[in-house]
């Protein structure tokens, strides 16, 4: 099994937490919705238990965290309603990182208890949330004892950089913190072969906790192979390249690191999905979202234009997502100085192209 290297978000309700910097995960849940509805209905025309076990990998804390659970209940009941059946007991499992900030989901327990009363009435079918910390390239619940799993934005985290570019390998990935369209062969192959290895290990995982015909909904960052690699970390990357050629920042900390994350082709998850023989493919769908997707509208209603304020909210969530891992190689006295510099970076790339992240989402059915 492979040695897990913690990755969490920033903590907390203060301005760089991802609690309020999470409207573009928010955006990503919206967008996946139909798809959990096709696969609880799925799921519902096989058999539902009485007792309806989910779990969502990869909760992280703010008010996404309840929001899959909200949306699974509410499709079920729906469902259960159009074929006049009781809908089932709810056991839901929110599951990340032991560092993860579940007192923040706790806190705001009660009110989701209220709003689900408000909105399905007092004789609504039990439910029950729990919190399952723990890495889900390990194993989180029993043989045999979950019907579905959901993870959003969440499995394009590696359980570890590719060991493939440990300096004493000889392959650094110099100047870089991730791949891009300058990167040798090997340090894409490194990476590939990284994510196929915990890709691989996550669906025998699910595999023996889900029951049979189970199903799971995914949805992560991918790549379009068609397309130029721009992403947030490659910017990084140059970011940090800029503060090393000014001796802000040490070029030997800069060899070490490898953001431990990989955007895969929509080919290269199904042949793995295919190759560990578990599950049926039920649906494989990409599409594409701007970086600056779930940015609120202005007052009048309009898109905001202003190219400052969609790279403050870009460097915002990013931030939110990548500061303890940064922080952990770089320290603190860098982060503010980086994310200045990245946002201006973004700013300008914003003036001169489309900047769009593809995202995959899948259902799948244990066999």
């Known amino acids: 099994m492979a040695t897990v290297q913690f990755i969490f978000a920033n903590g907390g309700s203060g301005e760089a937490s991802y609690a309020n910097n999470s409207s573009f995960q928010s955006q990503m849940i919206s967008k996946v919705k139909p798809i959990l509805e096709e696969s609880m209905m799925t799921l519902y025309c096989n058999s539902v238990p009485c007792c309806f076990k989910v779990a969502d990998l990869g ?4 008010p996404n965290a309840l929001q899959v659970a909200y949306d699974i209940i509410d499709v079920v009941d729906n469902i259960s309603s159009s074929f006049n059946r009781e809908p089932p007991t709810f ?32 004789k609504f079918s ?16 029993p043989s045999n004892s979950m019907h579905f ?17 440990a300096k004493e390998t000889g392959l650094v ?10 990167s040798p062969s090997e340090v894409y192959q490194a990476y590939l072969d990284q994510f196929s290895q915990d890709f691989n290990l996550f669906l025998k995982l699910r595999a023996e906790e889900l ?14 192979e068609t397309c130029d690699i721009i992403t947030p970390w490659g910017l ?7 503060m090393v050629s000014e001796s802000l920042v040490e070029e030997a900390k800069l060899e070490y690191v490898n953001m431990p994350r990989y955007g895969p082709t929509a080919k290269e998850v199904k042949q793995l999905i295919d190759a560990e023989g578990s599950f049926t493919l039920e649906k494989l769908e990409t599409f594409k979202s701007r970086w600056d997707e779930g940015l609120k509208e202005n007052g009048n209603g309009d898109f905001v234009l202003d190219t400052n304020v969609r790279a403050n909210f870009i460097a915002k969530y990013v931030r939110a997502t990548t500061e303890p891992f940064l922080t952990a190689r770089f320290g603190e006295g860098i982060i503010d100085e980086l994310f200045i510099r990245f946002r201006k970076k973004v700013a300008e790339l914003l003036e001169e192209v489309t900047l769009e992240h593809a995202y995959l989402v899948m259902f799948m059915t244990k066999k």
Not at 126 to 135: E, K, L, V
């Open 91 to 122: 056991q839901i499992y929110l599951n990340d990182q032991f560092q993860n900030d579940f007192n923040n989901i706790f806190e705001s327990l009660p009110y989701f208890y209220e709003r689900l009363r408000q909105e399905k009435g007092e």
């Open 126 to 141: 039990p439910f029950f949330i729990n919190a399952t910390p723990g890495s889900f390239y390990g194993r989180l619940f």
């Open 211 to 224: 029951v049979r015909g189970g199903g799971m909904v995914l949805t992560f960052v991918g790549r379009d």
């Open 149 to 165: 799993f959901h993870s959003s934005t969440s499995l394009h985290w590696l359980s570890q950089a590719p060991k493939g570019l």
């Open 173 to 182: 990935n110099k100047g870089n913190i991730y791949f891009t369209n300058t």
């Open 59 to 62: 909760c992280s804390s703010g």
């Open 236 to 242: 990084i990357g140059l970011v940090l390249n800029d």
